[in-house]
Every structure is written in structure tokens, then in C-alpha cells.
């Protein structure tokens, strides 16, 4: 996919971060809680935007309401350990994987497919990434081990790669729905 026109990739910038702070700060309550879509985005931001200043601005982004979910809304602060800082990398794997891959996008099958399986192991070595620094660096575990750290990292990877999945998924459907009717579009356009 050819970059996109600046007014695009700024317009898609904000719609990004606005999505950011709508589910990882839950500030409007239960009822509108969606899941924390932070992962997906940085894997989408890369794939569309591909910019390392944005890349920037969406760690700052994510730190930010982390610290105002902690400060100013009563959020535990328990994640946030010495292993907190493993959010870069972590973030960074999601990023530079759909930047890496986005010269091979477009809209037909086999490269939704390829897009989708390359979200996917972003996702879980990304989770591992974070998990992991949380649990062996983190200090909330006094014995860590090995066979608790896979029995942990099973109860919770599934979930988030699951979610991080679901809106990746939901957005390339999107994406090949919104080609198709651009072309479909301009198809009938040119028979005029």
C-alpha cells in the first residue's frame, strides 16, 4: 500500500489516538467500556501511518493517560513497575511489524490473510514482551519461576492477543469494504 496523502495519514492519526484514550481510559463508565484496543492500534498505526514521530507520540499518548487513570482517576498503579518501561519494545514489535509489512498490503485476500497472520504473531511476541518483563522484572512475584510464569502468561495471553485480533480483524474488513465500494464506485463512474 502506497503511503497515505498527508490530510489522510493526520486525519487516521487522530481518529487512532481518540480511540486510544476512549478504551484505554474507561473515564465514561461500564456501560460504554470497550476493550483497551492500544496493541491493534500500534500494529495499525504502523501498518497506515508508518511514521516513527507517531510511533512517538502514541507511546507518549499511552503514558499519559496511564498517569492520569492513576493520578486522577483512582486506577491501581500495581502495572506500574521498573518493567513498565518494556511497553516500548512491546509496542515497538506491534508497530514496526505492520510497518514492515505494509508495503505487501493491499486489498485482495491473501494479503488481508498475510496481514492478519503477521498482526498475530506481533500481538503474542509483544505480549510476551510486556508479560514477561512484568513478571521477572517487575517485583511483584518473591520466588518467580518458570512454570508459573507459562501458567500466567496462559491465563492472560489468549485474552489479550483475542482482543488485539478482534479489532485488528474488524478493521481490515473494513478496509477491503471501504476498496470495494471505491472501486465498485469508480468502475460505474468510468461506464458513464
Not at 493491499?106 to 503474542?124: K, Q
Not at 502468561?153 to 470495494?180: C, E
Amino acid at each position: 500500500m502506497k503511503p497515505l496523502p498527508r490530510n489522510v495519514n493526520l486525519t487516521l492519526f487522530a481518529a487512532f489516538a481518540t480511540f486510544m484514550v476512549a478504551t484505554r481510559f474507561h473515564h465514561f463508565g461500564d456501560v460504554l467500556h470497550l476493550p483497551d484496543a492500544s496493541m491493534a492500534l500500534f500494529f495499525l498505526g504502523g501498518l497506515y501511518l508508518r511514521k516513527h514521530w507517531q510511533f512517538a507520540a502514541f507511546i507518549a499518548l499511552a503514558v499519559v493517560i496511564d498517569w492520569i487513570a492513576i493520578e486522577h482517576a483512582g486506577v491501581s498503579d500495581f502495572c506500574v513497575t521498573p518493567a513498565y518501561s518494556f511497553l516500548l519494545p512491546a509496542y515497538g514489535v506491534l508497530w514496526y511489524a505492520g510497518r514492515l509489512y505494509a508495503s505487501r498490503f493491499d486489498t485482495r485476500w491473501r494479503s488481508l490473510l498475510g496481514t492478519t497472520g503477521v498482526a498475530f504473531v506481533a500481538s503474542a511476541l509483544s505480549f510476551a514482551i510486556s508479560n514477561g518483563a512484568f513478571y521477572w522484572l517487575g517485583g511483584r512475584y518473591a520466588d518467580p519461576h518458570f512454570a508459573e510464569y507459562v501458567a500466567r502468561a496462559w491465563q492472560w495471553g489468549p485474552l489479550f492477543v483475542r482482543t488485539t485480533m478482534t479489532y485488528v480483524v474488524v478493521a481490515l474488513a473494513m478496509h477491503a469494504i471501504a476498496a470495494s465500494a471505491l472501486a465498485f464506485r469508480a468502475e460505474r463512474t468510468a461506464d458513464r
